[in-house]
């Protein structure tokens, strides 16, 4: 039986980094696992649009694809703009069955990649007793995305940091949630000397950009990449791929056999 495709969806940007970043990972997913069909569509700036892949995996017969978020959180994307793209592409290509897995976040896969990059910047685990950290996402107008990523904040302080605080580049967010300089001031106000800034972001463009412009004017100590085309991100991706082409009945009857 031949395995679905996958199609990874990723916003788009008019920022060229961000589709650099977003092959380089889906390269690593072929990398992972060779047999795996995987495609790239973009919502916006960026081609292919998800609906021209989906056209032209029907024109070629293939009959059966996991649409990926290439997302952290359930916001609004995940929620509404992309079902919408998918129920439509449904409707024109009625052959072709599409299934949307779950985003990436949250999971210890994305706590390692963040991990992988502090430790790039000069963050060692031996460092963290010293180090304040600030967690710097995106944002979004979503309560539940924004519940997110102060829980993943709130589960960092018990890894070793002396404290840890989430931040939000997103002008969405800004009512009553810190941006990065905001909480990297409110670190060096509760006397805390080394600050890292992890940006909990994909791929470059303009929130990584400001996440980084606003550690660099509240004089944070370090600023980690973004994860990219981490290996971690990979697997995770291929993770949420199995996750969603197994039907849900076929799992609880292999746990159960």
């Not at 021209?52 to 059966?64: K, M, T």
């Not at 709130?154 to 909480?183: I, M, N, Y």
């Amino acid at each position: 039986m031949t395995s679905p495709v996958l199609l990874v969806i990723a916003h788009g940007s008019r920022d060229p980094r961000h589709a650099a970043t977003v092959h380089a990972l889906t390269a690593r997913v072929r990398a992972l696992r060779p047999a795996l069909r995987v495609e790239t569509g973009f919502l916006d700036f960026n081609a292919p649009s998800v609906p021209r892949v989906l056209e032209r995996l029907d024109a070629q017969g293939v009959s059966d694809v996991v649409a990926l978020p290439l997302l952290l959180t359930r916001a609004f994307h995940a929620k509404s703009d992309i079902p919408a793209v998918l129920r439509e592409a449904r409707g024109r290509l009625p052959r072709l069955r599409v299934r949307q897995s779950e985003v990436l976040g949250p999971s210890p896969l994305l706590n390692s990649a963040l991990e992988r990059r502090l430790e790039e910047a000069g963050v060692h685990p031996g460092d963290r007793g010293s180090t304040g950290l600030v967690l710097a996402s995106a944002g979004s107008t979503d309560p539940e995305a924004i519940a997110v990523i102060a829980e993943i904040a709130r589960k960092l302080r018990h890894t070793g940091w002396c404290s840890v605080r989430p931040a939000f580049a997103s002008a969405v967010s800004a009512g009553g949630h810190p941006r990065t300089e905001d909480a990297v001031r409110a670190l060096r106000a509760e006397g805390v000397r080394r600050v890292a800034v992890a940006p909990y972001v994909i791929a470059h463009g303009r929130l990584p950009d400001r996440i980084a412009a606003g550690a660099a004017e509240a004089g944070a100590d370090v600023l980690a990449g973004v994860l990219g085309p981490s290996p971690e991100l990979a697997r995770l991706l291929l993770d949420r791929y199995d996750e969603a082409r197994v039907p849900a009945s076929a799992a609880m009857a292999s746990l159960s056999a």
